[in-house]
């Protein structure tokens, strides 16, 4: 979680910047109403914070050659923690693996696989899957239809009131500055 306090104009900055992050600074004051030099100093704040981890583009990977993704779940034979680590490794350094999660369930983790065809799944379930003797069975599911797909994390106002609720301890008592900063009732640049 972010070491910073975030209030509503760090939000409003945050949604906009997730939709379209070539937004320049006097694009974004004009939405948000504060000066570009304010949106700046906000926007770096967030990118120093840790709050924007990095800036990417989304490319389309049936336009470039990936016209198959996989779901798989996986099931490891033992969980000590050197074995977990070579898994997570492993599959880092696969670059067919776009996501790798580790979850509950019947499942240990949960691979999206992006390939050509078939033929390459094959060589990457040989090179990542069969070659760990740690993988007691995994499931492939291909995906027929991408019905949602967004990289876009949901963020309103009430995000802020949870996060002040935090600060506070639950004991109905918050001031101003939890939300902004400041306590003069003017948002902080």
Known sequence: MSKISLDNYDLQLLALLQENSRLTQ???????ALSPSA???RVQRLREAGVIQRDAILVNPEDVGQKMR??????LAHEQIH???HFHRTVRDAPEVMECYNVTGSA???LIVNVPDMAAFHDFSQRVLHANGNIREYETMVVINTVKYSTTIPITSSDVSGQARAMRGGNGHCQQKALNGRT???PQA
Do not use: P, T
Request: glycine fraction near 4%; charged fraction near 20%.
């Open 39 to 41: 949106c700046y100093r």
């Open 108 to 110: 240990d983790y949960i």
């Open 83 to 85: 074995l977990q680590q």
């Open 26 to 32: 006097y694009d974004l004051a004009q939405q948000v």
């Open 70 to 75: 996989m779901v798989l779940r996986i099931n």
């Open 184 to 186: 003069d009732g003017h």
